[in-house]
Structure formats: structure tokens, C-alpha cells
């Protein structure tokens, strides 16, 4: 649906009168009009150019595009600068419906993979000018924007990046630019790669706590921040793996777009950081000079005209009217009911998420704020799409670390029903495994970037004792019980041998069937491979080797898997779906749509003032609701 954008006076009276309206509803109703009006109210309108309507595109070089893709009506002999800013956070898509926030707001990939796509096909757009600033992004992320902006500058068109301050992830994306400028006093912090992980043993033991985990798969480290104070061999041995290959894509990527040899810049890592005057000799940059003077010098030689992200995508085209009943009709209508429900015929490729740890229901725990996977949003997400005639392929596209057995399973089975009626092509991002693994193996094809964290096929479990610690602040717990082991998941007993030995084998059960629909999905034989499981991480790089995915890419490679294993030709029209659909205001305020939406995890109290301590303790607070799970053991980072 889409709200016209007239003159308007968002200072006008509103008189609404209801009748026959329970008190609930009426107490939401009131709440979200409230909030609605002090967002809206006196907000100007951004005028110009008037945000086109959507129309299909055409995958993959021009895929993933949708409403506020086609091609601009604009004057060909205009000739502008696109300015786009891209720095904090970077998602996969859009939490909620893009209706409540400005264009340019938030940075996630589809967003400016399709915001590229238009820019790429708007014969008035001669370059980009991109402002990229500290981001937050796995080094998955880092390159899709690569290839975002290779995929543009093949067009002919030009990208010039602003960069003031750059440690290796924002330096990694800015070398795929044609030019990189910084400012006299900008700074270059590349240096070679340190992944760190944090052990949590001798706190433990400080508090009295102990960490009973039980794992299946010699590589799977068992919950190793919190049994030892430093790695074991094997997880070593995965870590110095993988930072060998991240640090092979960063050195291959950025040798190839700067013009030098590998060991040049790898000899250029080992003696930064730099300041911009001797970053431009080692050649990382291209021109020292503030962004004033780089556009007034833009504007006065090549005579181009400079137009913002939010202007160019149309910032204001779709606010309310809430001068006359119709327009907050209109408003209502698109909170309760947003444009991507209404279905239009054109043949369409859907884009389904699976974003953040996969758990069994959406309740409230330590993780505030963040993104989570859930069976039914992903069982209904894929239903839907195997149902609809126009769906002609899908993209599940994963990013997570795992986590519950049984939810993996029912995403699993929702994965398969669907490609034995049309294709499922899996596009991984930064992490996509143990559990994250277990819901891609039924796909048609697994497309991963070199430097995308997947495999792990593996299980553990266990639980915290926590005997030691009641003991320490005087605490007791008394205990009737009948059947033998009925403490085997209790925090207040510690495992005997034969209650470890149970746990091995429910673990090992799990693990087999894991290893078996893994063999299943990949086409192998399960001795095969288990050379490649015993819940050992690997980057795709490797992944590939081992016939654990299929190719090299990112979502345009997937795309275009997608649309070969449908039988149809590369340019053949294909409108995205994207499921699971954003949440609405009024479910964010309380309300509930029978829809299939992406969950998210409520803020609770629980919050840590050491930066990333919320994830590093997740596996902690899973294994005590859970006890078994399909999860990454360890969390690190590598920067």
C-alpha cells in the first residue's frame, strides 16, 4: 500500500470517534495513535523526486531488488553523486516494516544491495560517494559490501569512500572502492588479524561454580571458556586455521583492488598503523583532503550535483496524511497491515531470514535486544512459500551459531518439505553453524563467502553445579527423590560416571543423526563424512574442499543457483518475497498477528557492562534451559 504524498499540515485537528471498541483494543489503539503522532507530527515532508513504484527486477546481477528499485524517471542529462553513509551495525535486512524509519536509517545488507541495484541501473547516478564509518559486521558482511560495490563499479560507474578512521574490517570493504580519501588527520589502524576468546574456569571457580559439558566430536571443545582457562589443542588448532583463511581473503582481496602483490601489503600490515600522510606512501590510500574540498571540487570540474541517500530513496514519499480521515486510515492500515501483505501476480523469488540463536521460543532472557530464530515464524515463512504458485524458488538465507536441538529439527523439516516442491538454495553470511548447519543441509545448493564460519557438527551438553556456591553463601537444598539419575540435570548434584555415561549416549544419538541428514543433504556417504564433522568449525573456504558447500559467493551467486535450479533463464523478471515479514508497530507494542514474523528477544534487566560478556555467556544461560544443544561452543572475534 502506498500513502500519497501531498502537500500536508500535519498541525490540523483530528477528531475520531469509535464506537463499540473493547477496552483493550481501545487502550492499543490510543497508545499506538499517540505514538504516531509525536513521531509524525511536524515532520517535514523531503521533496523532489517522488519514490517510484515497485516493479520486478531482474536476479541475480540485479536480484534481491524490490519496491523503490525501478528505475528512476529522472532526466538522463542530470548528472549526480550518490552520497550514502554506511557505519554501526550492519543486519541482514530491516527488523521491523522500513514504513517507521527514515531511508538511510538503519544499515543492512539488503537495504543497499538493492539501493546499489537502482543506483546502478539510474543512467543520472555517475558515482557514489560512500561515508563509511566504524561498522559492526562479521567479515561475511564485509564481503557482501565488497561485492556490492564491485558489482557497481562493473556498471562503468565509479565509487569514491570517505574514510577517516579504519581499522582492517573498514579498510577491507574501502580497497574495493576506485578511490579512497582521507582527511590530514585520519588514521589507518590495519594490522594483522587477533582473534580472542575469554575463559570464564577460574571465575567459576572463585564463585564455586562448575561446568559439567558433555560433548560428541573431538573437535566440538565442549564448552571450553567455561571447563578450562585456555584453549585445548584441537580448538587451537580450528582457530589458527581460520584466521589463516580470513587473513588470505583480506590479503587476496585488498592486494588485487589496491594494484599490489600479496606480500607488499601483507609487509604493509606488519608495519602499521598509519597516519593518512604515510598511509597514502604505502599506497592504502588514494588522496589526503577534507569531504568539503573533495565536493566542492566534484561540483565546480565535473559539474555534478550531490543527492543524499534519504532524498534519493524517496525520504518522506510514503509518511501519513493525517489532515483527513482517509489518510489515517490509510496509516492504521499500513501499521496493522504493512505494503509486503499485499501480493501482487509476477513470478517471485523468495527471500527467507534466519538471523541470531536458534532457540525454542521466544521468551525473555539474558540477550536483550538482539535477533533470534524460532520454529514457527521460519515453518510458516516456508509454507507459505511452497504454497504460493508465483514463488518460483527460494533463498534461505542463514546467519547463526545454532543452538536448540529440537528447533533446528522442526526448521529442518520445514527446509526439506519445500525443496521436493521447488528449489531452496542456502546463502550463508558470517556464521552459519552447528545448528545453523543443521537447518542448510536439505537445500538444492549451499553458497558461502571464503570467509563465512560453518560445519560444526558436533552436539554437547550438560549443566552448571552449583553445590560449592549454595555451600559458600549458606544456602542448603534438601532432596526426596525416586528413580535412579533423577538428578542427572540437577544444579545442585554433581554427575556420577554412569549419569555421564547416559548423557554420552543421548549425546551421541543426537550426534548421529546429525552426521546422517548431514550425509543425506550433501549426497555422501556418512564414514565420508564424518572426516569433516567431529563438530570441527571450518571457513567456507575449506568448507568447500570437503564438500560441506557448493560455492563461493554471496547472495547474488545464491540468486542466481536459485533461479538455474527453477529451469528459468538468467534474465527472466523475479519480484522478492521477503519472509519472514517485518513486525508492525502494534505487535511490537503488544499486539499479535497470526503471521510469520522474525521474533525478537525483549530488553530485560540482565545486562553486562563488558562489551560482547552478553554473548560470550550465552552458551551458559542455553545449556540451562536446554541441556542438549546444536551450538557453537565458543564465541570469538577476529579483528
Known amino acids: 500500500m502506498r500513502v500519497d504524498a501531498g502537500?500536508?499540515?500535519?498541525?490540523k485537528p483530528i477528531r475520531i470517534i469509535i464506537t463499540s471498541v473493547s477496552g483493550v483494543t481501545m487502550k492499543k489503539f490510543l497508545l499506538i495513535f499517540a505514538?504516531?503522532?509525536?513521531?509524525?507530527?511536524?515532520?517535514?515532508?523531503?521533496?523532489?523526486?517522488?519514490?517510484?513504484?515497485?516493479?520486478?527486477?531482474?536476479?541475480?546481477?540485479?536480484?534481491?531488488?524490490?519496491?523503490?528499485?525501478?528505475?528512476?524517471?529522472?532526466?538522463?542529462?542530470?548528472?549526480?553523486?550518490?552520497?550514502?553513509?554506511?557505519?554501526?551495525?550492519?543486519?541482514?535486512?530491516?527488523?521491523?516494516?522500513?514504513?517507521?524509519?527514515?531511508?538511510?536509517?538503519?544499515?543492512?545488507?539488503?537495504?543497499?544491495?538493492?539501493?546499489?541495484?537502482?543506483?546502478?541501473?539510474?543512467?543520472?547516478?555517475?558515482?557514489v560517494l560512500l561515508r563509511l564509518g566504524p561498522v559492526d559486521a562479521g567479515w561475511g558482511k564485509c564481503e557482501e559490501l565488497r561485492a556490492i560495490?564491485?558489482?557497481f563499479r562493473g556498471s562503468g560507474k565509479k565509487v569514491t569512500v570517505w574514510l577517516p578512521l579504519a581499522t582492517n574490517r573498514e579498510y577491507f570493504i574501502a580497497s574495493a572502492a576506485d578511490e579512497i580519501l582521507m582527511p590530514p588527520a585520519g588514521l589507518l589502524l590495519t594490522l594483522g588479524l587477533r582473534a580472542e576468546v575469554t575463559f570464564f574456569k577460574g571465575l567459576l571457580d572463585k564463585v564455586g561454580v562448575e561446568a559439567e559439558i558433555v560433548h560428541i566430536g573431538e573437535y566440538k571443545a565442549a564448552g571450553e571458556p567455561y571447563t578450562r582457562n585456555e584453549m585445548s589443542p584441537q580448538f587451537r588448532e580450528t582457530l589458527e586455521a581460520m584466521l589463516d583463511d580470513v587473513m588470505a581473503s583480506y590479503v587476496e582481496g585488498v592486494s588485487q583492488s589496491r594494484g599490489m602483490t600479496p606480500e607488499q601489503f601483507r609487509q604493509a600490515l606488519d608495519q602499521g598503523p598509519y597516519h593518512a600522510a604515510e598511509a597514502q606512501k604505502q599506497k592504502l590510500i588514494d588522496r589526503i583532503l577534507y569531504l568539503d574540498e573533495y565536493i566542492t571540487q566534484v561540483r565546480e570540474t565535473d559539474k555534478m550535483e550531490f543527492v543524499s541517500q534519504s532524498l534519493y530513496e524517496g525520504a518522506g514519499a510514503n509518511r501519513p496524511d493525517f489532515s483527513s480521515p482517509f489518510g489515517l486510515l490509510n496509516f492504521l492500515t499500513q501499521m496493522l497491515s504493512p505494503p509486503s501483505l499485499i501480493k501482487s501476480g509476477n513470478p517471485k523469488l523468495a527471500l527467507i531470514y534466519a538471523v541470531g540463536p536458534i532457540l525454542m521460543e521466544e521468551s525473555p532472557g539474558p540477550f536483550g535486544g538482539e535477533e533470534i530464530v524460532t520454529a514457527n515464524p521460519l515453518i510458516k515463512a516456508f509454507k507459505e512459500a511452497r504454497e504460493d504458485t508465483t514463488v518460483k524458488a527460494v533463498v534461505f538465507r542463514v546467519d547463526s551459531p545454532g543452538g536448540d536441538v529440537i528447533t533446528s529439527d522442526l526448521i529442518w523439516r520445514a527446509v526439506d518439505q519445500t525443496n521436493q516442491v521447488k528449489p531452496v538454495i542456502i546463502s550463508m553470511s558470517d556464521v552459519a553453524a552447528s545448528g545453523g548447519y543443521y537447518i542448510a543441509m536439505?537445500?538444492?545448493?549451499?553458497?558461502?563467502?571464503?570467509?563465512?564460519?560453518?560445519?560444526?557438527?558436533?552436539?554437547?551438553?550438560?549443566?552448571?553445579?552449583?553445590?560449592?556456591?549454595?555451600?559458600?553463601?549458606?544456602?542448603?537444598?534438601?532432596?526426596?527423590?525416586?528413580?535412579?539419575?533423577?538428578?542427572?540435570?540437577?544444579?545442585?548434584?554433581?554427575?556420577?560416571?554412569?549419569?555421564?555415561?547416559?548423557?554420552?549416549?543421548?549425546?551421541?544419538?543426537?550426534?548421529?543423526?546429525?552426521?546422517?541428514k548431514a550425509a543425506k543433504g550433501r549426497n555422501r556417504k556418512v564414514d565420508e563424512l564424518a572426516k569433516a564433522a567431529e563438530g570441527r568449525a571450518w571457513t567456507a573456504r575449506r568448507a568447500l574442499q570437503l564438500g560441506l558447500v557448493d560455492e563461493l559467493g554471496g547472495l547474488a551467486a545464491a540468486i542466481r543457483l536459485a533461479k538455474q535450479h527453477a529451469g528459468l533463464k538468467p534474465d527472466d523478471l523475479l519480484e522478492p518475497l521477503i519472509l519472514p515479514r517485518p513486525k508492525t508497530l502494534f505487535e511490537l507494542l503488544g499486539g499479535s498477528l497470526e503471521d510469520a514474523r522474525s521474533p525478537w528477544r525483549p530488553a530485560t534487566p540482565i545486562q553486562f557492562p563488558l562489551p560482547h560478556l552478553n554473548t560470550d555467556l550465552r552458551l551458559a544461560f542455553l545449556l540451562s534451559e536446554r541441556y542438549v544443544l546444536l551450538h557453537m561452543p565458543w564465541r570469538f572475534t577476529i579483528r
Not at 64 to 75: L, M, W, Y
Not at 76 to 91: E, N, P, Q, Y
Not at 447 to 457: L, M, N
Not at 489 to 501: D, P, V
Request: aromatic share 8%; no cysteine.
Open 149 to 151: 560495490l564491485a558489482d
Open 442 to 516: 536439505p537445500a538444492r545448493a549451499i553458497v558461502a563467502y571464503p570467509t563465512t564460519i560453518t560445519g560444526s557438527i558436533g552436539v554437547l551438553g550438560g549443566k552448571f553445579n552449583l553445590q560449592k556456591l549454595f555451600g559458600l553463601i549458606g544456602v542448603n537444598v534438601d532432596v526426596v527423590e525416586r528413580g535412579a539419575g533423577s538428578g542427572l540435570f540437577s544444579m545442585q548434584h554433581r554427575l556420577t560416571e554412569e549419569e555421564t555415561a547416559r548423557m554420552q549416549r543421548l549425546l551421541r544419538q543426537t550426534y548421529d543423526l546429525f552426521l546422517e
Open 35 to 127: 505514538l504516531a503522532a509525536a513521531v509524525f507530527s511536524g515532520l517535514p515532508l523531503a521533496w523532489g523526486e517522488e519514490a517510484p513504484e515497485a516493479e520486478p527486477v531482474k536476479p541475480p546481477e540485479e536480484a534481491a531488488a524490490g519496491p523503490g528499485d525501478a528505475k528512476p524517471s529522472v532526466p538522463a542529462s542530470r548528472k549526480r553523486v550518490l552520497d550514502i553513509s554506511i557505519r554501526g551495525t550492519i543486519s541482514e535486512k530491516q527488523a521491523m516494516s522500513a514504513f517507521f524509519f527514515q531511508p538511510g536509517e538503519q544499515a543492512d545488507l539488503l537495504g543497499l544491495y538493492r539501493l546499489f541495484q537502482r543506483a546502478r541501473r539510474d543512467d543520472s547516478i555517475q558515482s
Open 7 to 11: 502537500p500536508q499540515n500535519f498541525q
